[in-house]
Each structure stands twice: as C-alpha cells, then as structure tokens.
C-alpha cells in the first residue's frame, strides 16, 4: 500500500521523535529505586566522606535512598570494574577520583577500558596538596628546597602513600619540572607516610591537606607550596608551586560516574540535581571544611576534564617509569 505523502512524512517524524520522547519518559520516572553508589575507597577516608555527603543530597532531592558500597582495593580498580559492568540504568553511581585516570597507564591489564566503560555524569570538586617537610629541614620556602634538593641530589625520601598514588604522581611530576632526584619511599597509606615525615625518617612529601592540616597548624610539619594554581583557602598563607615552577598543578579530584549508555536524560537530571548541591552554601562549606573546592559543569565538561587528565598523567607515569605495586 502507498502511503499519501503527508501521511508518510507524519509517520516518519513520529518515528524518529520516539526515541527521544521514550528518554524524556524514563528521565521523569528515574529512580525507581534505591541507588548504589560505589566508592573505591575505605569509609571514613576523604572522598568517602564527599561522595556520602552528595549521595544523602541526591536521596533528598530523587526521593529515593542511596547504598554506599565500599569496595577499596586494587587501586580503585575493584569498584570501577563493578560500576562498569553494572546495568546501565541509572541505579549505579560510581565516585570517580583522579585515580581513575592514573590507573590506565598505570596498569598493563585492566578488565575495563574507564574512558569508554564509564560515562561522565557531573565532576564534584578538587582537592590541594601541600609540599610539607619537618620544621627542622633547612629550607623555608618551595625555591629554597629546590635549590636543596638539586645540591642535594639522590640524599632526600619523599614519602607516598604507595606507587601510583596522587602524592606520588605529583611528586614525579615535581621531580620532572624542578630538574630533582628524590628517591620515593612508597608506604600502605597516608598515615604510616605522615608519620614517618612527622618524625623525620623522611624529608618531604606531597600531603593531602585534609589529613595533613592539623599537623601543619600545630607547628608539626610546614608547608612550603600548594600543588594547586592558585592558593588553598584551607592555608591560605602558603603559596602555589606554580609561582615557582610555572604551569606546575597536581589537585585530587572527584566526581560521578555511570555505565556507559546510561539515558541521556538520566545523566543530565542528575547533572542537574549535583550542580544544585554543589550550589548549596551548606555543602560548599562542608566540602571546604575538608580541604575541597567545588567545580560544577556539564557532563561534556567533566568528560574533558578526565581525558586531559588521562593523558597527562600517563606521560607522567611513562617518563618515570611507575609500576603499579
């Protein structure tokens, strides 16, 4: 049967307009359900305590609870693994950290590819370090260690939670840029490094400000730099290693993540929902008071943002060599 040709080009609209009109439908209903959010990290860490406190907003404004599930090892592999594999539905969330990125070149085999498997929803906020060394150690300021280290080459530890951590691809990064040589001594954690540098069996290290804070206010450690581009309103009298190695920047970040082919419309509802709680002025100070900075955008602008980081990172890891432990 011929179809009249106004008939047929109705027929053809309505049948191109239905996809879209079936996103809009299923953006309206989401959630149906409670929703998991996989956090690659221990509870009571830093990002666990971000991504819990986005989580309990996003309860708030969906109507629907949120499961945190820790799922700490491999690096963070073990939960991205999980987010990646998981139905594509909205109904998991996956806390992305810089460590995403790290971990693609940083491992030979991985049992997922993260920029193809996980698709960008929202980035959350970054946080700072601090280049922190003893009261004691003879320099005062980031340009005078420098020019210490380089007098210096091969006699100073710089101490890291473990191979491919934040603190120590930042570290490699400054080694690169400040023309160093450092020997890393990798630790199981942040606590062990800190305390080791606390009492001087190491010289230096590139501390996460929330845990490191406190030790830096009571006159324990000093910090002679911040990694970020501009200053930290946690030590807002410490200056940016930028000023002393320009274009320097190494921040943690964090964000949130979803299986690839997740609706569109369920990705940018809760775009939306995260950028309104980081607009917040009680979960901006919240963030704050842990050392974070927010930064919203869209789901396009944090998907830039985890391939610039992807790439930079790998060079960094390629040029020295990083071998995951």
């Given at each position: 049967m011929k179809l009249p040709?106004?008939?047929?080009?109705?027929l053809a609209g309505g049948a191109i307009a239905l996809?879209?009109?079936e996103?809009?439908?299923r953006a309206q209903t989401y959630p149906t359900r409670p929703i998991r959010l996989i956090?690659?990290?221990a509870p009571g860490s830093s990002p666990d305590i971000l991504g819990r406190l986005m989580a309990q907003w996003l309860s708030d404004r969906l109507g629907q609870p949120f499961i945190v599930e820790n799922r700490p090892g491999g690096g963070g592999n073990i939960a991205i693994e999980a987010a990646a594999k998981a139905p594509a539905d909205g109904h998991t969330l996956l806390l992305v950290t810089i460590q995403s990125a790290v971990n693609e070149a940083l491992y030979e085999r991985l049992n997922y590819n993260f920029l193809r498997d996980i698709a960008p929803v929202a980035s959350i906020s970054s946080q700072t370090l601090a280049l922190e060394v003893t009261p004691s150690f003879p320099a005062k300021t980031a340009r005078e260690f420098i020019a210490y280290a380089k007098a210096n080459p091969g006699k100073l530890s710089m101490a890291t939670p473990g191979?491919?951590?934040?603190?120590h691809v930042a570290g490699e990064l400054f080694k690169m840029m400040a023309g160093v040589d450092m020997i890393?001594?990798?630790?199981r954690g942040g606590a062990p490094a800190l305390t080791d540098l606390i009492g001087g069996q190491v010289q230096m290290a590139f501390a996460d400000i929330t845990s490191s804070i406190e030790y830096v206010k009571a006159g324990k450690l000093r910090a002679l730099a911040v990694s970020s581009v501009s200053r930290s309103d946690a030590l807002p009298e410490v200056p940016p290693l930028a000023d002393f190695l320009p274009g320097y920047e190494a921040s943690g970040w964090f964000g949130i993540g979803v299986p690839k082919n997740t609706p569109?419309?369920?990705?940018?509802?809760?775009?939306?929902?995260?950028?309104a709680g980081l607009a917040d002025s009680n979960i901006r100070a919240r963030y704050a008071e842990l050392g974070s900075t927010v930064f919203m955008g869209s789901p396009a602008d944090f998907g830039k943002h985890i391939a610039q980081e992807t790439e930079k990172w790998g060079k960094v890891i390629r040029t020295a060599n990083i071998k995951a432990d």
């Amino acid at each position: 049967m011929k179809l009249p040709r106004r008939q047929f080009l109705y027929l053809a609209g309505g049948a191109i307009a239905l996809p879209s009109v079936e996103r809009i439908a299923r953006a309206q209903t989401y959630p149906t359900r409670p929703i998991r959010l996989i956090i690659g990290i221990a509870p009571g860490s830093s990002p666990d305590i971000l991504g819990r406190l986005m989580a309990q907003w996003l309860s708030d404004r969906l109507g629907q609870p949120f499961i945190v599930e820790n799922r700490p090892g491999g690096g963070g592999n073990i939960a991205i693994e999980a987010a990646a594999k998981a139905p594509a539905d909205g109904h998991t969330l996956l806390l992305v950290t810089i460590q995403s990125a790290v971990n693609e070149a940083l491992y030979e085999r991985l049992n997922y590819n993260f920029l193809r498997d996980i698709a960008p929803v929202a980035s959350i906020s970054s946080q700072t370090l601090a280049l922190e060394v003893t009261p004691s150690f003879p320099a005062k300021t980031a340009r005078e260690f420098i020019a210490y280290a380089k007098a210096n080459p091969g006699k100073l530890s710089m101490a890291t939670p473990g191979n491919g951590s934040t603190p120590h691809v930042a570290g490699e990064l400054f080694k690169m840029m400040a023309g160093v040589d450092m020997i890393h001594v990798p630790y199981r954690g942040g606590a062990p490094a800190l305390t080791d540098l606390i009492g001087g069996q190491v010289q230096m290290a590139f501390a996460d400000i929330t845990s490191s804070i406190e030790y830096v206010k009571a006159g324990k450690l000093r910090a002679l730099a911040v990694s970020s581009v501009s200053r930290s309103d946690a030590l807002p009298e410490v200056p940016p290693l930028a000023d002393f190695l320009p274009g320097y920047e190494a921040s943690g970040w964090f964000g949130i993540g979803v299986p690839k082919n997740t609706p569109t419309g369920i990705v940018e509802k809760l775009n939306k929902e995260i950028n309104a709680g980081l607009a917040d002025s009680n979960i901006r100070a919240r963030y704050a008071e842990l050392g974070s900075t927010v930064f919203m955008g869209s789901p396009a602008d944090f998907g830039k943002h985890i391939a610039q980081e992807t790439e930079k990172w790998g060079k960094v890891i390629r040029t020295a060599n990083i071998k995951a432990d």
